[in-house]
């Protein structure tokens, strides 16, 4: 079945763009990458962005603005949806970030299908950039097919999952945020090396703190440990205390002002040392070098800065000596010109995906052709 329907919208009539905002409230990377989809769907069209039982100021993060509609209710903002999609107005663009393959995680992929369905049968247009999985189910697959079918961009942010579900591949969102990359930072004015680490991991060893702590001395760097993700606070806490370094401290609230202070440290810094993929991304877009030095075996950073051009970010310490951390250390330090060359070749990368979701929302899609699951 093909066709727009028989009554387009009227020429000249709003576009309305529906897109999801929800995400993790207590992690600032999450605000991060889907800021950066708000920005390139702003000057489309009338936003209808949903953000559930989000805190104060989450909204005004994202970068939504007052001739912007946020709704907390989910089946308000559906049924807007689908009066829109029936005008012939509506588009639809998924939200980026980790998606979970289970039953529960695939809720929006599933709950979506009719509107996604009326919609492009009425001349809409669907999106899907930036996105990854964490796991690749097979049922959870089957089940994500319908919402791929429907969709005329299918961008993933890493190659495993572009692998596993089809589509391309282009970088994370979260690398177009920033100042964006630069190699003319005077080395005196980085003088930090930032230090993050997940709460939901083993906690790091004696020599990986040992390690830190000697290359930073050698190195004459001031050592910052912060908190861009709430649930990583006592981690936080407790990493400042085993490596005598200063605490960039979060209570959840005020997500912009903590935003700003993290990337006024991101700015001076050095080397940035965590296992959370987005204070790696905020910290390189801002100048500095990431490295992961994992005490547990996810491929998922490797993964995500692949796709835009860098490899060899995460190093697994969690059996490295001291002597062997600030040999990675040091090695690290030393490709940071070359990570700031790669980084700004994924920003023009994110350019020539921005351009073609404005040609795909803001001119004339392609009518749809609705296949069998």
């Given amino acids: 079945m093909s066709g727009r329907g028989a009554e387009p919208a009227q020429e000249g009539a709003t576009i309305d763009i529906f897109v999801p905002g929800v995400g993790q409230y207590d992690n600032i990377g999450d605000i991060i990458l889907r800021r950066q989809l708000i920005a390139w769907l702003k000057p489309l069209g009338r936003l209808h962005v949903y953000v559930g039982a989000s805190p104060e100021g989450y909204a005004e993060s994202l970068g939504v603005g007052d001739d912007d509609v946020v709704y907390r209710s989910f089946s308000a903002w559906y049924r807007a949806g689908l009066a829109r999609a029936w005008d012939g107005t509506a588009h639809y663009v998924f939200k980026p970030g980790e998606i979970q393959l289970t039953l529960i995680g695939m809720k929006e992929h599933v709950v979506v299908l009719p509107l996604l369905a009326l919609l492009r049968l009425r001349g809409g247009s669907v999106v899907r950039v930036g996105s990854g999985s964490r796991d690749l189910a097979p049922l959870p697959r089957l089940l994500m097919r319908p919402s791929i079918a429907l969709s005329q961009i299918t961008a993933w942010r890493d190659g495993t999952t572009a692998a596993y579900l089809g589509g391309e591949v282009m970088p994370d969102l979260a690398f177009g945020e920033g100042v964006g990359p630069s190699t003319d930072a005077a080395p005196e004015a ?121 490899s060899g970010v995460a190093v697994p310490a969690s059996e490295l000596s001291e002597d062997e951390i600030v040999t990675a250390l040091s090695a690290a330090l030393q490709r940071g010109p070359a990570v700031q060359e790669s980084l700004a070749d994924a920003r023009l990368e994110l350019a020539r995906v921005r351009e073609r979701v404005e040609l795909l929302i803001g001119g004339v899609p392609a009518p749809v052709e609705l296949v069998d699951a």
């Fill in 190 to 310: 980085r003088d930090t090396l930032v230090v993050s680490m997940r709460s939901d991991r083993p906690e790091p060893g004696a020599a990986w703190i040992a390690g830190i702590r000697r290359f930073a001395a050698e190195r004459g760097l001031r050592i910052e440990v912060v908190t861009q993700v709430l649930r990583d606070r006592q981690r936080s806490r407790d990493l400042a205390a085993a490596l005598d370094a200063d605490l960039a401290d979060w209570d959840g609230s005020d997500h912009g002002g903590q935003e700003d202070a993290l990337r006024a440290i991101y700015a001076r810094t050095a080397l940035a040392v965590s296992d959370r993929l987005h204070v790696l991304i905020a910290a390189s877009t801002e100048g500095a070098t990431p490295i992961a030095l994992l005490v547990d075996g996810s491929g998922k950073i490797d993964r995500h800065f692949e796709a835009a051009g860098v």
